[in-house]
């Protein structure tokens, strides 16, 4: 491999975007957002009984392909309840990745339950089916439907897998084997709105999958996140526990549970569904950026993450991987002070103090990866905003 460019790549960027500073990722506005947050202000209907909240479930579930959408105050509530209504409970263990956001470990902590951490595949840099059979061959064993650790005997209760940085995991590998074992799977699929598995959106493999709508993903309402699913009654509850558990009535409160303010305001769906119009473009531009830097890679002396064959992700952020840690640290110093944003991988939960003594399967290729990629500019630059502008 050469050694980075980093001059180069500086250049490079500042080409792309025409600006002196880059953020990594920016949204963009300029569509019916105003129109519409206006709607709601002049309406009064500024919180969840709003009707752009159900337009823009309907939005994204039948963008996705999903029966139902529920949707949420963030992404993180949404696999909050996602992990609940799929019936993890205090105790339980949850296979996960290290190799990701916080939020996916926060949730199923809310619980009490207790993250596992898998290792993850060099090509998808997620969940890797590899490393799942290896773990579930020795330490799970079956029994009434459920599967259970042999070494804890807790309960295994759910998978979590994620799609980091919009790269479709073997999500087909990974259900099948969650299914041979009974293991409910979620996806998080924060990061990977609009990313394909051949025809297939990610998001529609699990029994319930989360989106987050947070400032800096492909799509933003501000705050916000999704639960998507094709099964009626875990809509239902997912909708019922975010809503505080309220008992339909006309003017009754009665509630059977302990339940969650997590329903996603009106102002906040107004953003969403101004956004989702102009998704399918914004997914054009980012296609094209991705084979921009792709393209530039081998001259730069740095390596672009392929998404394996047959998927399509939805470029959120664009990655790439350098020689080492050392070589990560002096791209991140250099392109930073010079206004180029660039981002390393998250710390691995398993280093962070409160998930450090949760089970691991040793976690190498984690490692690997957390030493040498790095994010590089990936918002829509601005000489192609006027591709966003509605029609309508
Ligand atoms: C963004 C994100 C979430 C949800 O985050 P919120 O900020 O709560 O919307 C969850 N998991 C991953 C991997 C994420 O990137």
């Known amino acids: 491999m050469l050694s980075e460019r980093l001059d180069d790549f500086v250049t490079l960027a500042r080409e792309i975007f ?5 953020p990594l990722h920016r949204p963009v506005f300029g569509g019916n957002e105003t129109r519409y947050l206006t709607g ?3 309406s ?9 909240v159900g337009a823009f479930e309907q939005a994204v579930a039948e963008f996705v392909g999903a029966k139902h959408g529920i949707a949420t105050v963030n992404g993180t509530a949404a696999l909050h309840v996602a992990l609940m209504v ?7 263990e949850v296979l996960s990745q290290s190799l990701t956001f916080a939020a996916t470990c926060n949730a199923i902590s809310y619980i009490g339950a207790r993250p596992v951490f898998i290792d993850v595949d060099r090509d998808t840099l997620g969940f890797s089916p590899t490393a799942l059979r290896r773990w579930l061959e020795t330490h799970a064993r079956v029994e009434n439907g459920h599967s259970y650790s042999r070494t804890t005997g807790a309960r295994i209760a759910a998978c979590v897998p994620m799609h980091t940085f919009g790269l479709p995991v073997h999500i087909a590998e ?10 409910p799977l979620i996806e998080d699929a924060a990061e ?3 990313s394909r598995v051949g025809d297939r959106q990610t998001g529609t493999f699990g029994a319930i999958s989360a989106f987050s709508f947070n400032g800096n993903k492909i799509i933003t309402t501000g705050g916000g996140g999704m639960l998507t699913t094709d099964d009626d009654e875990i809509a239902r509850k997912a909708r019922h526990l975010s809503t505080t558990a309220k008992l339909p009535h006309d003017y009754n409160f009665v509630h059977d549970m302990v339940g969650y303010n997590y329903r996603m305001p009106n102002l906040n769906a107004a953003l969403g569904l101004a956004q989702m119009e102009r998704l399918p473009a914004m997914l054009e531009i980012k296609a094209e950026l991705a084979r921009r830097w792709r393209a530039a890679c081998p001259a730069l002396g740095l390596t672009w993450i392929e998404a394996p064959t047959g998927t399509h992700p939805n470029n959120w952020l664009n990655a790439v991987l350098v020689r080492d840690r050392a070589a990560r640290d002096a791209m991140l110093e250099y392109t930073n002070a010079q206004g180029v944003m660039t981002r390393p991988v998250w710390t691995p939960m398993h280093q962070l103090a409160h998930f450090a003594d949760c089970q691991t399967d040793g976690l190498e290729v984690t490692e690997w990866l957390a030493d040498r990629v790095v994010n590089i500019p990936s918002s829509v630059p601005e000489n192609q905003f006027h591709r966003l502008i509605p029609t309508i």
């Open 40 to 42: 709601c202000i002049e």
């Open 86 to 92: 799929a019936g993890v409970t205090r105790g339980d």
């Open 44 to 52: 009064n209907f500024v919180s969840s009984a709003g009707a752009k």
């Open 192 to 194: 990977s709105l609009g």
């Open 18 to 22: 025409g600006e002196e500073f880059i």
């Open 174 to 183: 990974l259900s099948a084997l969650c299914a041979e074992f009974h293991i």
